[in-house]
């Protein structure tokens, strides 16, 4: 199948994109050793660069949707230099990888944008032998195989001896200062494994971009068209249902605290509770069912045609309308217990969800053909927006405003948040604010790590504990922890 759908055999690959390759792995061997920070951007422009001339060598121009894939990639990867938290990181690296392979291979069906990540594993065995062949040939007698050897062996010289002269004397491992990674030989053996990663990874790359694998040539045929009553009538009484409880939704839950009361007998934070997962579930199930009507709906003519736009733009309002009910009631659940990393994360789903739903219905009014790069772009977005909001200064910020209005603060869990509580934790009362800052200066450690491996976020908690350290109290922070948990 993959012969099938390979472009023709790439190029000889390019000096440049050597050399763009060889740049990577050595930053990756001299920068990524410390931590996750902004040396992963720093890392990701070489490889980028390889790809690039990769491709340009293959004669595939850049285009619009090329350049917005790469362009937010390397934005995703901001992420990590802003952010101490690992899981908003994490998010974010895995939706640069994701629109890089996007932005390597030019996809725009729901196959290529689905299966475009797999490409770069082919890459990955296919890059090297690549490489070696171009370095072969240029070896063979071209004007620039003694230039390479003479680049090959110049850094080589450099990182050893720079490395053993660093170890050996202080005074100029302290020439070079904080702007260079650690030259010593600690850890060796890892940052060969760096080296080896990142040079392979720049090839994978670059391989993929100079001959992608076309995932667009897989073509998912439609299901067998289905009658108009076969195929409308469980919409219809769907739609009958999805009504009759947004009408209950209205009625009830924006009703106010009083009517909540009044019509279940359960408190304002248990009936949030109790419905909030049930309507994830649903927006989910309801999208799923929108795929299914599609691969079967009728399509004989204009009479189909308006048919499918009206049951199913019909359902995509309605559903609208259950995302809000979604969002509405975790928004009465923090209300009463506080805001989690959970329950920020299922929020932001629902959100995303329901722009899902949003382009659906525009595709329906406009033509489907840009929609799977739409959604793909809205959830590159969405991890963005995510990662900069800084999901623990907002949990933070939100609880320390509810401890002013309720008296109420979850200590334990406050503790366990990362350095980006720091600014909203610093304003709170003592010793709330010693008892949560010390668990976070615990975390941080006494020794900072380089520049580039270090976030925003800690950078900023570490200079409030240094201008204000916490006095912390033990005993203090566990009868505090009783008389303000809600638990």
């Keep these: 199948m993959l012969a099938d759908l390979r472009s023709d055999p790439p190029a000889p690959i390019r000096t440049a994109t050597l050399c763009a390759a060889l740049a990577t792995g050595l ?10 920070a902004i040396n992963l951007l720093i890392v990701a422009v070489p490889a980028a660069l ?35 938290a690992g899981w908003p990181s994490f ?15 030019g996809s725009r069906t729901w196959p290529g944008i689905l299966l475009a990540p797999l490409g770069i594993f082919d890459g990955v065995l296919t890059g090297v032998g690549w490489a070696w062949r171009g370095l072969r040939e240029r070896a063979g007698g071209s004007r620039s195989g ?77 299901g067998k068209a289905r009658g108009r009553v076969e195929w409308a009538l469980p919409l219809i009484v769907l739609n009958l249902l999805f009504a009759a409880f947004n009408a209950v939704q209205l009625a009830v839950l924006f009703g106010g605290y009083d009517v909540v009361l009044e019509k279940t007998d359960l408190s304002y934070s248990e009936y949030a509770r109790q419905g909030f997962w049930q309507l994830l579930a649903a927006t989910l199930l309801t999208l799923a069912v929108i795929v299914v009507a599609l691969r079967w709906a009728p399509r004989e003519g204009e009479r189909d045609r308006s048919l499918v736009r009206g049951v199913l733009g019909t359902l995509c309002a309605l559903t609208l309308v259950v995302v809000a009910s979604a969002v509405r009631r975790m928004d009465m659940y923090v209300e009463a217990y506080g805001l989690t990393r959970l329950r920020v994360s299922v929020v932001a789903v629902e959100l995303w969800l329901g722009l899902v739903i949003v382009l659906i219905m525009a595709a329906g009014v406009w033509g489907a053909r840009w929609l799977p790069r739409a959604v793909a772009a809205s959830a590159a977005a969405g991890v963005l927006a995510f990662g900069l909001l800084s999901p623990d200064g907002l949990i933070a910020e939100r609880n320390a405003q509810r401890y002013q209005e309720t008296g109420k603060f979850d200590l ?72 303000t948990s809600y638990r």
């Design 146 to 222: 003694p230039v390479l050897r003479a680049i090959a062996v110049t850094v080589v010289l450099l990182v050893v001896f720079g490395a053993l002269f660093a170890g050996a004397d202080a005074a100029f491992a302290g020439l070079l200062g904080d702007l260079m990674p650690d030259a010593s030989l600690s850890g060796g053996p890892w940052r060969v494994l760096l080296l080896v990663f990142g040079v392979v990874g720049a090839l994978a790359a670059a391989r993929t971009a100079a001959s992608p694998v076309r995932w667009d040539r897989l073509v998912v045929g439609p």
């Design 50 to 84: 390889a790809a690039y001339f990769a491709a340009q060598r293959a004669g595939r121009a850049p285009r619009p949707w090329t350049l917005a894939w790469a362009i937010g990639g390397l934005a995703l990867l901001v992420v990590p230099a802003l952010r101490d």
């Design 412 to 483: 334990e869990y406050a503790r366990g948040l990362s350095a980006d509580a720091a600014p909203a934790v610093d304003g709170l009362p003592e010793p709330l604010r010693s008892c949560v800052l010390t668990r976070i200066a615990d975390g941080l450690g006494d020794e900072s790590a380089p520049w580039y491996a270090t976030s925003l976020g800690e950078s900023r908690a570490r200079q409030i504990i240094e201008e204000r350290p916490p006095r912390y109290d033990g005993l203090g922070c566990a009868q505090f922890d009783e008389e």
């Design 91 to 105: 998010l974010a690296i895995v939706s640069a990888l994701a629109l890089g392979a996007l932005a390597l291979h």
């Design 27 to 36: 930053l990756s061997m001299l920068l990524l050793g410390d931590g996750l």
